[in-house]
């Protein structure tokens, strides 16, 4: 018999718990009572700002804050997390805009594009652009129409780290999207012709995006934007990718949820097993309904927690959630939770080789090949890699070696 608590929230520091009970659309009696306690523990609410700000619901805390507790929060620091909402607005209404005119740009030149993320999983998913934090745009493409998009918003102002951009459309490489960073550091856009990398194929196909896609109204014009059940199912398997390091995704999932609560889960579940991609799915949506109270149907939670290996790496990514870097935190950490997120073997041995090995533009454009010759770059890039991160790969085995030598030569801790 599993638990049905993920996390003991009362080991969270309290500026962590009170921005955990805030991130969320949907107040209660019960949540708003807690709020208020958590709030008259606070001690540092510069910590309690940069804990909402770094996982990406600094609106949703502020949003339940100013409505449900306000008395509870002293003003200069309601003064401070207002200020940052509000900074947080002009820069999410900037980019709105941007994408906005920038798709009508592409479509008047024969250029389709799909957007998701950003502001289109605001809008969808959230009912505002103003209530969720994003940092860029990301739009799918057709893979052939690359060099008219690079033109067009290179024209606009916007350019690409990569110096050598007949290799992404050679398809070879790891890449699947390029981004575009704006003179000024206005924002970005990620342009992608495949949703996720080669390693990690485990969210719907671009064609599937494609044939679902449908038109969206935001208050600077329409887009053509991702289906509802695409962009749930995206999100588990983007979040999953990247080890689940931020309370926005799970908000996310939850927030999608509630918008659309005729989605069908258990046709999705269905979905997401042929994609592989269950075990990902399942775990958002444990996440979702344990930690911000998404509302999802019984037998969906139920078949959630039956499945340990589901459960045991929802707590791992909940535990994980707010503890920084601890002791044993190395950058090689964020491998662990994708690979528990993969159920076959077959997937994870190719997660790990694709990953370590698989080519990638940096290469590329480190040394130039001729395409006969691109077969070479699976020998040159374990070399790179290893020039790359060996030393911190030997830097974070040595304090295992140091606490094996301890248990022989080391008193024990007081």
């Excluded at 704006?182 to 080669?198: C, F, L, N, Q, Y």
């Excluded at 080789?353 to 990638?360: G, H, K, W």
């Excluded at 070696?401 to 801790?413: A, I, L, Q, V, Y």
Aim: hydrophobic residues 45%; glycine residues 6%; proline residues 6%.
């Amino acid at each position: 018999m599993v638990s049905d608590i993920l996390l003991d929230r009362s080991n969270l520091p309290t500026e962590a718990a009170l921005v955990l009970c805030c991130a969320t659309t949907a107040a209660t009696p019960e949540r708003s009572a807690m709020a208020s306690d958590l709030a008259a523990r606070v001690r540092n609410w510069d910590s309690f700002i940069d804990i909402a700000k770094r996982h990406g619901v600094l609106p949703l805390v502020h949003r339940y804050l100013n409505l449900e507790c306000p008395a509870a929060v002293p003003a200069d620091a309601m003064a401070k997390l207002r200020t940052q909402w509000q900074l947080i607005i002009l820069y999410n209404r900037h980019l709105a805009a941007e994408l906005v005119r920038l798709t009508s740009l592409l479509n008047a030149a024969g250029v389709p594009a799909v957007s998701f993320k950003g502001p289109v999983l605001a809008a969808m998913a959230y009912g505002s652009i103003e209530l969720r934090q994003f940092v860029d745009l990301d739009i799918l493409v057709r893979q052939t129409d690359l060099p008219r998009v690079a033109e067009i918003l290179t024209a606009e102002g916007y350019l690409s780290p990569h110096t050598r951009r007949e290799g992404l459309a050679t398809g070879y490489f790891q890449e699947c999207e390029d981004a575009f960073f704006a003179d000024g550091g206005m924002g970005a856009v990620d342009v992608h012709w495949k949703v996720t990398p080669r390693a990690f194929r485990f969210a719907p196909d671009e064609e599937s995006f494609w044939r679902r896609a449908h038109v969206i109204e935001l208050e600077f014009g329409t887009l053509t934007a991702i289906a509802p059940e695409d962009l749930l199912l995206y999100i588990c398997v983007h979040a999953a990718k990247h080890g689940w390091v931020t309370l926005g995704s799970i908000c996310d999932v939850a927030q999608i949820l509630r918008a659309r609560p005729t989605i069908n889960l258990m046709a999705m579940l269905e979905e997401a097993t042929t994609l592989g991609s269950r075990r990902m799915f399942l775990t958002g949506i444990l996440l979702a309904h344990n930690l911000v109270g998404a509302p999802v149907q019984t037998d969906v939670v139920a078949i959630a927690r039956r499945d340990r290996a589901i459960e045991s790496l929802a707590r791992h990514v909940a535990i994980q959630l707010f503890s920084g870097a601890g002791p044993g935190h190395t950058r090689f950490d964020p491998w662990a939770v994708p690979l528990r997120s993969i159920e076959s073997i077959r997937g994870r041995m190719r997660y790990v080789v694709r990953r370590m090995l698989a080519p990638t533009m940096g290469d590329y454009e480190l040394v130039q090949l001729p395409a006969s010759l691109f077969p070479l770059y699976w020998v040159i890039r374990p070399f790179r890699m290893a020039v790359q991160y060996g030393p911190a790969f030997f830097a974070a085995l040595r304090p295992v070696r140091m606490r094996r030598n301890c248990r022989f030569s080391c008193p024990p801790d007081d």
